[in-house]
C-alpha cells in the first residue's frame, strides 16, 4: 500500500462513496457539507448543505442518502445535490430516533441504518413499500453497518463494546435471528485511549475492513471475522472507509471537531 493523496481540511470527515465516474463524496459532520471530490483535478468543492450529515450512501438511481445525526434524519439528495425530501426523521416505527448514523442498502431496496446513542441504540430499516421496523435495540452505540456480500447478514459495529455483531437476514429483510459476535477487535494499550470501531464496509474478495476510531488503524478481518492484518493511518481517528478495486479511501480526523481530511490509499496484492 503506497499512501496516493492526503487531503487535510478544518473539518472533521465522514461517510466516503463513489460514484460511477471516480468523483469521491464525503461529510464535514459539524462543518454542515456534502463534499465532493474531483479525482481527476483534485478540487474539493461544496456539493450539499445538511445540518450534521454523517454517513451516506448511493443509490442505482444515483440519488444520495445521507444520515443527518444534527436532525435524526435520513435524507435524499438528488445526483446533483439538490434536497428531495426526508426519508426518516425524528423517529421509526413509532419509536424515537436521536442520531442517525450509518446506512445500508438491500438488493430490494430496503434501508438499514443505525441510531448511535449509549446503552439503547438501535438498529432501524425502511421499506420500499414504506414499512419500517426497528431490528434491534439496547446496543451501547451501533455504528458502522454493512450486508454481507450473499446479502443474508448484517454487519454491525458496536463501539463501545470495540466488537462487530453479526446478525441473520431473511429476504424479506427481517432477522431471522438474534445477532451474535463476529469479531472482537484489538484494544488500546492506553487505558486512556479509544478503540471504537466506526465504519464498516466489505471487499469485493469477501473481507470487511473496519475503521477503528482512536486506534489509528483500519483493521481488515476475514470472512470468519478473524483479524487479518492492521493498516496503520496517519491520523488517530479514522471514521469511515470505502473501497474500490484499487483504493481505500478513508475519512476521520486528528479532533473533533476539527481538524479533519481524506486519505486516499492505493492498494496493492490486493
Same mark, same amino acid.
Given at each position: @500500500?503506497?499512501?496516493?493523496?492526503?487531503?487535510?481540511?478544518?473539518?472533521?470527515?465522514? *461517510?466516503?462513496?463513489?460514484?460511477?465516474?471516480?468523483?469521491?463524496?464525503?461529510?464535514?459532520?459539524?462543518?454542515?457539507?456534502? @463534499?465532493?471530490?474531483?479525482?481527476i483535478?483534485?478540487?474539493?468543492?461544496?456539493?450539499?448543505?445538511?445540518?450534521?450529515?454523517?454517513?451516506?450512501?448511493?443509490?442505482?438511481?444515483?440519488?444520495?442518502?445521507?444520515?443527518?445525526?444534527?436532525n435524526?434524519?435520513?435524507?435524499?439528495?438528488?445526483?446533483?445535490?439538490?434536497?428531495?425530501?426526508?426519508?426518516i426523521?425524528?423517529?421509526?416505527?413509532?419509536?424515537?430516533?436521536? @442520531?442517525?448514523?450509518?446506512?445500508?442498502c438491500?438488493?430490494?431496496?430496503?434501508?438499514?441504518?443505525?441510531? $448511535?446513542?449509549?446503552?439503547?441504540?438501535?438498529?432501524?430499516?425502511?421499506?420500499?413499500?414504506?414499512?419500517?421496523?426497528?431490528?434491534?435495540?439496547?446496543?451501547d452505540?451501533?455504528? *458502522?453497518?454493512?450486508?454481507?456480500?450473499?446479502?443474508? *447478514?448484517?454487519?454491525?459495529?458496536?463501539?463501545?463494546?470495540?466488537?462487530?455483531?453479526? @446478525?441473520?437476514?431473511?429476504?424479506?429483510?427481517?432477522?431471522?435471528?438474534?445477532?451474535?459476535?463476529?469479531?472482537?477487535?484489538?484494544?488500546?494499550?492506553?487505558?486512556?485511549?479509544?478503540?471504537?470501531?466506526?465504519?464498516?464496509?466489505?471487499?469485493?474478495?469477501?473481507?470487511?475492513?473496519?475503521?477503528?476510531?482512536?486506534?489509528?488503524?483500519?483493521?481488515?478481518?476475514?470472512?470468519?471475522?478473524?483479524?487479518?492484518?492492521?493498516?496503520?493511518?496517519?491520523?488517530?481517528?479514522? $471514521?469511515?472507509?470505502?473501497?474500490?478495486?484499487?483504493?481505500?479511501?478513508?475519512?476521520?480526523? $486528528?479532533?473533533?471537531?476539527?481538524?479533519?481530511?481524506?486519505?486516499?490509499?492505493?492498494?496493492?496484492g490486493?
Open positions: @500500500m503506497n499512501l496516493a493523496e492526503r487531503i487535510v481540511l478544518p473539518w472533521y470527515t465522514e *461517510g466516503p462513496v463513489v460514484d460511477g465516474e471516480g468523483a469521491i463524496y464525503f461529510t464535514t459532520l459539524s462543518g454542515g457539507s456534502i @463534499m465532493r471530490l474531483d479525482v483535478g483534485g478540487e474539493v468543492t461544496q456539493w450539499a448543505q445538511g445540518n450534521k450529515p454523517n454517513g451516506q450512501l448511493i443509490l442505482q438511481d444515483g440519488d444520495h442518502l445521507v444520515c443527518d445525526s444534527g435524526a434524519s435520513v435524507n435524499r439528495y438528488d445526483a446533483a445535490g439538490n434536497w428531495k425530501k426526508h426519508e426523521i425524528g423517529e421509526c416505527a413509532g419509536c424515537k430516533i436521536h @442520531m442517525p448514523n450509518d446506512l445500508a438491500d438488493a430490494s431496496g430496503g434501508v438499514y441504518f443505525t441510531d $448511535s446513542i449509549r446503552e439503547t441504540g438501535k438498529v432501524c430499516y425502511y421499506g420500499p413499500d414504506g414499512s419500517q421496523r426497528i431490528i434491534t435495540d439496547k446496543l452505540f451501533p455504528n *458502522g453497518i454493512a450486508l454481507s456480500p450473499d446479502g443474508k *447478514g448484517l454487519l454491525i459495529a458496536e463501539s463501545y463494546r470495540n466488537r462487530i455483531l453479526w @446478525m441473520p437476514i431473511a429476504s424479506s429483510g427481517l432477522p431471522e435471528g438474534g445477532w451474535e459476535v463476529f469479531a472482537e477487535l484489538p484494544k488500546n494499550r492506553d487505558p486512556e485511549g479509544y478503540n471504537l470501531p466506526d465504519g464498516i464496509k466489505f471487499h469485493s474478495d469477501g473481507t470487511l475492513w473496519v475503521a477503528h476510531y482512536g486506534m489509528q488503524a483500519v483493521q481488515v478481518l476475514d470472512g470468519n471475522g478473524k483479524l487479518l492484518k492492521t493498516l496503520a493511518m496517519d491520523f488517530p481517528l479514522p $471514521s469511515n472507509l470505502c473501497l474500490t478495486d484499487r483504493h481505500l479511501i478513508v475519512t476521520g480526523g $486528528s479532533a473533533e471537531p476539527g481538524p479533519g481530511g481524506i486519505r486516499i490509499i492505493r492498494l496493492t490486493n
